[in-house]
T-cell receptor, first 115, second 116 residues
Framework: DGGITQSPKYLFRKEGQNVTLSCEQN?????MYWYRQDPGQGLRLIYY???????QKGDIAEGYSVSREKKESFPLTVTSAQKNPTAFYLC??????????????FGPGTRLTVL | AQKVTQAQTEISVVEKEDVTLDCVYE???????LFWYKQPPSGELVFLIR??????QNEISGRYSWNFQKSTSSFNFTITASQVVDSAVYFC?????????????FGAGTRLFVKA
């Protein structure tokens, strides 16, 4: 089955610790994205990547880092510099189409809680 | 400003009622795409529909229909004869040109409760 997997589903972190969220896709998509979802708010873009070894900051990149060493993988690290990391994190992927008409395919999300 | 507004935070209906979810967008671009996604309790968003800025035809897919009106910058979504399985959060999104490609802006979402 083609799709996007995110692990773990739930993650607990102590303050001051870095933590890495996994995102893997087998859809052969070039583009991958990380979003943060908070209650009552829409999805906010953290980072995105349209090609291996290249990625761009989104609207709320501070306190986060990513890598894109393989087409199918786009891990997100939440660093201790992120002041309020408790949130639901969604990974997505898409093909890259001219004109921005590409819909995104989403993983099931990781709920991160900072204790 | 480029933004998407979903003014309805939560809607509650009884099964078999029709319900309309509102979406208003702002952009200076003349070429853009609009989307609707559904987020069931499992968490992952599911794509429902895409519409480009030059195509104002309404679309119907089963119990779902979409009304795109450029004059009012709206892209509303109607569910006819709602069912309990329609309970979810629905997001409207706008894709616009951005540095290095395109960017998708999501609304805050509308949570729909359908009661049996």
């Amino acid at each position: 089955d083609g799709g996007i997997t995110q692990s773990p589903k739930y993650l607990f972190r102590k303050e001051g610790q870095n933590v890495t969220l996994s995102c893997e896709q087998n859809l052969n998509h070039d583009a991958m994205y990380w979003y943060r979802q908070d209650p009552g708010q829409g999805l906010r873009l953290i980072y995105y990547s349209q090609i291996v070894n290249d990625f761009q900051k989104g609207d709320i990149a501070e306190g986060y880092s990513v890598s894109r060493e393989k087409k199918e993988s786009f891990p997100l690290t939440v660093t201790s510099a992120q002041k309020n990391p408790t949130a639901f994190y969604l990974c997505a992927s898409s093909i890259v189409l001219a004109g921005g008409r590409n819909e995104q395919f989403f993983g099931p999300g990781t709920r991160l809680t900072v204790l | 400003a480029q933004k998407v507004t979903q003014a309805q935070t939560e809607i509650s209906v009884v099964e078999k009622e029709d319900v309309t979810l509102d979406c208003v967008y702002e952009t200076r671009d003349t070429t853009y795409y609009l989307f609707w996604y559904k987020q069931p309790p499992s968490g992952e968003l599911v794509f429902l529909i895409r519409r480009n800025s030059f195509d104002e035809q309404n679309e119907i897919s089963g119990r779902y229909s979409w009304n795109f009106q450029k004059s009012t910058s709206s892209f509303n979504f109607t569910i006819t004869a709602s069912q309990v399985v329609d309970s979810a959060v629905y997001f409207c999104a706008l894709s616009i040109r951005n540095t290095g490609g395109f960017k998708t802006i999501f609304g805050a979402g509308t949570r729909l409760f359908v009661k049996a």
